[in-house]
């Protein structure tokens, strides 16, 4: 299996595609989680992230906090979208797992020196501050890495926060810059693939239908993420973001994209955040990342049922 470290913000959507790498450990090693300000502040991130643990019956699991906030920024939230505990929808408690003692950004930095180099993919689902910040302390890391697979930005999709801006980048663009100019190989998951992976009635119902606690747990969230969307643009469901960056690792031939340049705005107040995407290849600029475009929304839905079943 492949050893990845989750770094996220749940946050309903990440909390499916961590219940997506737990239910998948023949494909999947999960070292440990680390936890990020993003659409909620990192008190409730590292809380929720514990939670989904616990969900799937696995306290055992590492679960660590990291930044608190952009690494030169005010924090931006997203309770609009997630509600004010960032997993609004089921029931929730407070968690009885530990928190890891050691910070996420040093676990990410012990991680990459401990294991063999090219054997560790990280894999953001959240703004890009705890891997930036990583970098920056400890750039020995850097070369060490297998591949970076994230969930941000946009293009033809534009933005979801700002008309020019998708939410993980633009909290963090400083974070998405030192990452995208790193060197290690990029994968990305924009929100021009995640609108194609919507959490239709149907599907949600199918999740349910599992019976287990991980299905009721996930379709109450997903009863509540599918909200904003529906409600306010009429879309057919909420878009399931982060769990694509691990479907990724475990069925890539569901998805397809290109391998161009991706540049981050980080000075112009209009368009803070964009993910400037050379598409149309009309630059010389290097390819830097595989720009995730299009998925195979069923065979993806079927994968995340069925692995979840699995919990
Ligand atoms: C991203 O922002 C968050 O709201 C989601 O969890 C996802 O990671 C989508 O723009
Ligand atoms: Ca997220």
């Known amino acids: 299996p492949r050893k990845i470290i989750i770094d996220t913000d749940p946050g309903q ?79 929730l408690w407070e968690p009885t797992m530990p928190l890891a003692e ?11 020196r401990r294991e063999p180099a090219g054997t560790v993919t990280l894999c953001p689902l959240g703004p890009l501050s705890n891997i930036a910040a990583a970098f920056e302390q400890a750039p ?39 990452v995208l100019t790193s060197g290690v190989p990029v994968t990305m998951m924009p929100l021009d693939v995640t609108h194609k992976a919507l959490a239709t009635r149907t599907r949600i119902e199918a999740i349910r239908a599992l019976d287990t606690r991980v299905g009721h747990f996930t379709a109450e969230m997903l009863d ?18 982060d769990p694509c960056v691990i479907a990724y690792l475990i069925q890539p031939e569901l998805f397809s994209g290109r391998r161009i340049n991706v540049m981050i705005e980080t000075s112009s107040d209009l368009t803070l955040g964009m993910t400037v995407a050379d598409w149309w290849g009309v630059t010389d600029r290097a390819a830097n990342a595989l720009f995730i475009g299009d998925v195979d929304s069923d065979g993806f839905f079927a994968l995340i049922t069925e692995r979840l079943g699995r919990l």
Not at 102 to 112: A, H, K, S
Not at 161 to 171: G, H, K, L
């Open 102 to 112: 050691i910070n996420g950004v040093d676990f990410i930095i012990d991680t990459l």
């Open 224 to 241: 509540f993420f599918e909200r904003f969307d529906v409600e306010k643009y009429g879309s057919e469901g909420g878009p399931l973001h």
């Open 140 to 178: 020995d890391i850097v070369e060490r890495v297998q591949e970076i697979v994230l969930m941000g930005g946009a293009y033809f999709e534009v933005g979801n926060i700002t008309p020019a801006a998708e939410f993980n980048i633009y909290v963090d663009p400083e974070a998405a810059e030192i």
């Open 13 to 91: 959507d990440d909390a499916v595609a961590i219940l997506l790498a737990l239910g998948s450990p023949q494909e999947i090693d999960l070292l440990g989680i680390t936890c990020v300000a993003g659409n909620v502040p990192l008190a409730l991130t590292q809380t929720n992230a514990r939670r989904v643990c616990e969900v799937a019956g696995r306290s055992d699991v590492a679960v660590h906090a990291g930044r608190a906030a952009p690494l030169r920024r005010p924090l931006v939230t997203a309770e609009h979208v997630h509600g004010k505990t960032g997993l609004d929808g089921p029931e």
